[in-house]
């Protein structure tokens, strides 16, 4: 059996990743139509490419499908529990950096900690009948953190894209999502948190510990970390 | 890890103990609305308890406890005084623990009476301790009234006094609002640029979203008012910190907690409620003299509970969590009563894990 490596299927974090492994020998590509989802890898032998959502890479990790994956942490995070256990951190890429924080609309003039935004969902429930609502995809994380800080009074409301539109739109009061420069925010009208940076992601290489896998496979898998120097 | 069928049959003898101690025997349903739920528990609950849905009834929980449901058909059909018991299966999610189980038989023993709260209390608790003789338990004890009633008592502005009745149960964010209204912790400065600002609103950020510009005024109306309330003294917060460090065994934690009442009269009631549940503890045979007491017992783990709590613990076993539960629950009977509160304790054990450890007959 060959040794599966899971990338990004599209855009720059896959650009950046097979950059990334060619400044290390492992010449990674798309075979076959623009359209088709195939790969080929040059530098080492019996190393399969395997190009997928990188919202599925951390599913298939745990599920040892794949012995090797890119994606971020944020996902790894947020889909795997008690994540150590299940995959290994080989070696942060250095790109597809964001952070996932909490924003509030810049008009909220009274709100600039967590602190504050408990007091806030406390009155808005009290005058509004609802909690409020934070649009999010990092159910997991968000609850996890804003438990952990003691926040009360607020419901997740599920957004899986365009998440900085909710509040204008009236779905969300405030946002949960990840932001590298922080411009989407700002353009609408949304501003951060000081005190609610959830987590720090970057593209990162994991390995997966679920793989049952035999000595060639794992050999293989030992040889292509030594040539990527992250074993 | 003892067999299904073993640890039912366990189930059974003890519901019919409780049911031959008087108890009626109760039925809920395994899903439950997920909005009840919900509203008590806020985001939180999704994080213990599994949540399936359909597109007629919407979301639905599979129950996480008995309490809910039993108090919902009490306060629909039943009349106090009355004495509740039932075995089933409860569901907790367990993402960062693969070894706690996410489906295990509970039995439980609820109590709904308005007279002598503290002999209720004492019955439940010798009912549950009872069904556990002969397994060598650690019991711990704790009541959350006190540090309710210490709260009441502070001499400061009843809206800092619902900020910290609302995190009673978030040891983290209390203790937060504790250092910021004793001025332990600073102001932060874009609070303080905040109150300083001629027009607060100068920076003319677009008005979007629900949340409209007379809340944000009344918010900062409030903190102005919050500015200028006076900061808990310094003896006040010492009061506070005495009480929740209080650990010790039940005749001298009363002892103790007597001696803080002399300088926070406002616990004084509290305190004798305590002490008349040691005395009716005591007339029901626990040994209070070896019972131990932490005032600080259940505050993360037992939203709700607002009285008397507790818990058995297997002290050899400090992998497996406790064996048995309970508390009293006043203040969820007036959340979902919607006012209408009803005095309640109750219990619950774990027929599966006593098993585990040796008990059963």
């Excluded at chain 1, 951390?58 to 942490?73: N, S, W, Y």
């Excluded at chain 1, 353009?187 to 951060?192: S, V």
């Excluded at chain 2, 004495?83 to 295990?104: K, L």
């Excluded at chain 2, 503890?281 to 600080?296: I, K, M, N, T």
Aim: some cysteine; proline content about 4%; overall charge negative.
């Amino acid at each position: 059996m060959s040794v599966k490596l899971g990338v990004p299927s599209k855009g720059r974090l896959m650009e950046k990743t097979f950059e990334w492994f060619g400044e290390r020998g492992i010449t990674l590509s798309r075979t076959g139509s623009d359209r088709e989802y195939a790969g080929a890898v040059e530098g080492i032998g019996n190393v399969e490419l395997v190009l997928l959502s990188a919202g599925e890479i951390p599913r298939e990790l745990a599920a040892g499908r794949i012995h090797l994956g890119v994606t971020g942490t944020d996902l790894i995070r947020e889909k795997l529990g008690q994540w150590e256990q299940q995959v290994e951190e080989l070696a942060e890429l250095g790109f597809g950096h964001a952070d996932l924080i909490i924003a509030v609309p810049a008009c909220w003039v009274d709100v600039d900690t967590l602190d504050d935004l408990d007091a806030v969902a406390a009155a808005f429930r009290a005058k509004h009948g609802f909690r409020l609502r934070i649009a999010t995809k990092y159910h997991r994380l968000v609850r996890e953190f804003l438990r952990d800080q003691g926040v009360a009074d607020y419901q997740l409301v599920d957004s899986q894209g365009a998440t900085e539109g909710t509040v204008k739109n009236e779905t969300a009061e405030a946002v949960a999502d990840i932001t590298s420069t922080g411009d989407t925010l700002r353009a609408n009208h949304l501003k951060i948190l000081s005190d609610g940076l959830m987590l720090k992601s970057q593209a990162t290489l994991f390995r997966s510990r679920r793989t049952t896998g035999d000595e060639s496979e794992r050999r293989t898998v030992k040889e292509l970390c030594r040539l990527l120097r992250v074993d | 890890m003892p067999e299904r069928a073993m640890i039912r049959a366990e189930a059974a003898r003890l519901r019919a103990l409780f049911e031959a101690e008087g108890a009626q025997v109760v039925e809920t349903s395994i899903l439950q609305p997920a909005e009840v739920l919900l509203d008590l528990y806020g985001e939180d609950i999704r994080g213990r308890a599994y949540v399936t849905s359909d597109a007629l009834r919407g979301e639905q929980m599979l129950r996480p406890d008995f309490t809910v449901p039993v108090v919902q058909m009490h306060m629909a059909y039943g009349a106090a005084p009355a004495r509740y018991t039932y075995a089933g299966e409860v569901f907790r999610r367990q993402e960062d623990d693969a070894d706690r189980a996410n489906e295990y038989l509970q039995v439980g023993y609820e109590v709904f009476d308005r007279e002598a709260p503290a002999a209720a209390d004492a019955e439940v608790f010798s009912r549950i301790a009872g069904a556990l003789n002969g397994l060598n338990l650690r019991a711990a004890t704790g009541d959350i009234g006190i540090l309710m009633a210490a709260v009441e008592g502070l001499q400061t502005s009843a809206a800092r006094k619902a900020a910290l009745r609302r995190h009673i149960w978030r040891p983290r964010r209390f203790r937060a609002l504790i250092d910021r209204y004793s001025g332990r912790t600073p102001v932060p400065p874009s609070r303080e640029a905040l109150l300083a600002a001629g027009d607060p609103f100068a920076a003319g950020a677009p008005e979007i979203g629900l949340r409209s510009r007379a809340e944000i005024e009344a918010r900062i109306a409030t903190l102005r008012e919050d500015a200028a309330t006076p900061s808990l003294s310094v003896k006040e917060v010492g009061l506070l910190d005495a009480i929740l460090s209080v650990r010790e065994t039940l005749p001298y934690a009363l002892e103790h907690l007597r001696d803080i009442a002399v300088d926070m009269p406002a616990i004084s009631r509290a305190v004798e409620r305590l002490a008349a549940r040691m005395e009716a503890l005591s007339a029901r045979g626990v040994d209070v003299a070896l019972l131990d007491f932490e005032a600080s017992y259940g505050r993360s783990s037992m939203e709700y509970y607002d009285g008397f709590v507790f818990g058995f613990y297997a002290e050899a076993r400090p992998d497996l969590p406790p064996v048995a539960t309970g508390g009293r629950y006043d203040a969820l009977t007036r959340v979902l009563g919607q006012g209408a509160a009803i005095p309640a304790v109750g219990g619950v054990l774990r027929p599966g894990l006593m098993l585990e450890l040796g008990g059963g007959e």
